[in-house]
Nanobody, 123 residues
Framework: QVQLVESGGGLVQPGGSLRLSCAAS????????MGWYRQAPGKQRELVAA???????NYADSVKGRFTISRDNAKNTVYLQMNSLKPEDTAVYYC?????????????????WGQGTQVTVSS
C-alpha cells in the first residue's frame, strides 16, 4: 500500500503565499518523479511543476517565477512554494509521483496520486 498525503492548502488573498507539502509512504522501492498538478472547475487537470530524483525541474509557463518546487529525497517529500498568488491559481492541487513499489516479491512501476488539496485565492 502506498499513500501520497498532501497538506498546506487554504484560502489566501491575491499576492499572498502558500506552501504545499506531499509525503509519500508505504512499500516504496524508488521514486523517479514527484510533481504537482492542478484542476480548476470546468478545466482539465494540468501540470504545475515536477522534479526528478536527480533534481531536473519543469514548470508550467503560468507559474514560472512565482512557484518553486523542491524535494527531500530522504523523506520522500515534495514541496511547492507558491508566491504572488493570483485568483487564476485557484484550483485543487494534486500531488503525483512516478515510482516503483514493492508488492510481495514483485515490483511495480506506475503513477500515483494524492487526494488533492484546495487552494483558493480571493479577496
Amino acid at each position: 500500500q502506498v499513500q501520497l498525503v498532501e497538506s498546506g492548502g487554504g484560502l489566501v488573498q491575491p499576492g499572498g503565499s502558500l506552501r504545499l507539502s506531499c509525503a509519500a509512504s508505504g512499500s516504496i522501492f524508488s521514486i523517479y518523479v514527484m510533481g504537482w498538478y492542478r484542476q480548476a472547475p470546468g478545466k482539465q487537470r494540468e501540470l504545475v511543476a515536477a522534479i526528478t530524483s536527480g533534481g531536473s525541474i519543469n514548470y508550467a509557463d503560468s507559474v514560472k517565477g512565482r512557484f518553486t518546487i523542491s524535494r527531500d529525497n530522504a523523506k520522500n517529500t515534495v514541496y511547492l512554494q507558491m508566491n504572488s498568488l493570483k485568483p487564476e491559481d485557484t484550483a485543487v492541487y494534486y500531488c503525483n509521483s512516478r515510482m516503483t513499489i514493492v508488492l510481495d516479491i514483485r515490483r511495480m512501476t506506475g503513477n500515483y496520486w494524492g487526494q488533492g488539496t484546495q487552494v483558493t485565492v480571493s479577496s
